[in-house]
Nanobody, 114 residues
Framework: VQLQASGGGLVQAGGSLRLSCAAS????????MGWYRQAPGKQREFVAS???????NYADSVQGRFTISRDNAKNTLYLQMNSLKPDDTAVYYC?????????WGQGTQVTVSS
């Protein structure tokens, strides 16, 4: 499985961005897909995840501002990010685990200016 993340960029605080993550093949809706991020000098951290039949999970820091979704017909995962803050600045990675193997996208840079 190859994951291609896109949609990052530079935005002012309070602005919005939508990230996309296209998978190279169909990933069953029951398989968890998620977003992580890594800020400079910090460890990679969980942002959000989604799978069919369950409510999405969010990190406390993004709850109420970010929305994760997926379009199974397009094999694409999304992350809608609203009310962005400078602390959201990071490289964002999409991830999934298929047949006990982790797959990561290449990352997309999000920079929020104050």
């Amino acid at each position: 499985v190859q994951l291609q993340a896109s949609g990052g960029g530079l935005v002012q605080a309070g602005g919005s961005l939508r990230l996309s993550c296209a998978a190279s093949r169909t990933i069953h809706s029951s398989v968890v897909m998620g977003w992580y991020r890594q800020a400079p000098g910090k460890q990679r951290e969980f942002v959000a995840s989604i799978r069919s039949g369950r409510d999405p999970n969010y990190a406390d820091s993004v709850q109420g501002r970010f929305t994760i979704s997926r379009d199974n017909a397009k094999n694409t995962l999304y992350l809608q990010m609203n009310s962005l803050k400078p602390d959201d600045t990071a490289v964002y990675y999409c991830e999934t685990n298929v047949e006990s193997r982790d797959y990561w996208g290449q990352g997309t840079q999000v920079t929020v200016s104050s």
